[in-house]
């Protein structure tokens, strides 16, 4: 419970960060941001990441996975951006209490039909534009409602499930910078501008 909370506070911090880069430095702020604020910012900061990471893999390089060490089994960098996919499209129709607006597979990698590199950036984007919709729903009001956890057994809270897409994709994104840096690609928000 203890990390749990940390984790809330942590990630509340983050996106506070996110949104207070956003204002202009002498602007003083006017009042505070809203929770759908700072949640959908801190989403937008992982996106702006995210996303051009996905698009500068080459296309010949979507099923590398590292072989040297201990990596047996990993997923390959494909694999890697269509389980995010997939877990947004989960989470945000678990948050919306909808059906998901797309098949995102069985299994945990997304949809196996897709392979190609410009239909996984597709599925990608589209993922976060539904989450956007799902975060955006979430309100000071509901935030804390009690909505079908989307992993199994039990309930979560729109907020819980709000920062799960945020810390999960972060997580998958560490990992994907590996994977970019292994082929000797700086990732996108690495270069100097």
Known sequence: MKLAR???????LFGAFAVAQDKPKTEAPKEPPSVTTILDR???SLEREFVPAVEAMP????TFAPTNGEF???RTFRDQAMHVAATNYQVAAAILGEKPPVDYGKGENGPENITSKADVVKFVKDSFAYTHKAIQSVNDKNLNG??????????ATRLGM?????WHSFD???QMVEYLRMNGIIPPASRQQ
């Open 6 to 12: 940390q984790t809330v506070l942590t990630l509340l």
């Open 162 to 166: 709000a920062m799960v897409v945020t």
């Open 72 to 74: 047996k089994g990993v």
């Open 59 to 62: 296309a010949d390089k979507f």
């Open 42 to 44: 801190t989403f937008s």
């Open 172 to 174: 998958h994104y560490g």
């Open 146 to 155: 009690w909505i079908k956890n989307p992993f199994g057994e039990g309930q």
